[in-house]
């Protein structure tokens, strides 16, 4: 179904972020963090959430806004809600590739910069959990979630697939091992 692939991905969108808040503490003792995971962590939100998972929310949306317009207006505007995501993105993705560059840029603005993308994501995907899929669910009818299984596209996740992209490597080997010292650390 439809709401349990957004949830699973925003679980995938999680980590990412937890993996970026590790890198910004690196970076924030004033070591260098791993930028080549940053960068697949810039690469792999220009891919996937801007063209698959945000376009398939939004046709969710439509239907919901059909259905049940009092829920859609409590969501609140769900494609301005995206936009405001990518030019975060864009503002991150842009800090980096001045740090990278050797760019004249504070410590703190990277820092602003970084955590404002990721808690800004994190209140996001939470609205989206509290108000927008459970709306979803209890107004979209049988037929509707038919009409959407056709809509949407089966595309698979670039990074939590069988089919990755070689690009996403690094960034996969390092969840792996956070996953591995999470578990160790449990026992």
Excluded: C
Aim: negative net charge; proline residues 4%.
């Amino acid at each position: 179904m439809i709401i349990e692939r957004l949830s699973r991905e925003h679980r995938n969108i999680e980590k990412l972020l937890a993996i970026l808040e590790l890198e910004l503490g690196v970076f924030d003792r004033g070591d260098r963090p791993d930028y080549e995971v940053i960068r697949a962590i810039i690469s792999y939100f220009e891919v996937y959430p801007e063209v698959y998972h945000h376009p398939q929310e939004d046709l969710v949306f439509a239907k919901l806004s059909a259905r049940d317009p009092a829920a859609a207006v409590k969501v609140g505007d769900l494609a301005g809600e995206h936009q405001k995501v990518a030019d975060r993105l864009q503002r991150f993705a842009h800090a980096i590739d001045k740090v990278l560059a050797g760019g004249d840029l504070l410590r703190q603005n990277v820092d602003t910069v970084v955590r404002d993308f990721v808690e800004h994501e994190r209140r996001h995907m939470m609205m989206e959990e509290r108000d927008f899929f459970p709306a979803a669910l209890k107004a979209l009818k049988p037929q509707d979630w038919t009409e959407l299984a056709s809509a949407v596209t089966n595309h698979k996740d670039p990074l939590f697939s069988d089919l990755a992209e070689e690009r996403f490597d690094a960034l996969r080997a390092h969840i792996s091992r956070l996953e591995e010292e999470a578990e160790a650390e449990r026992r």
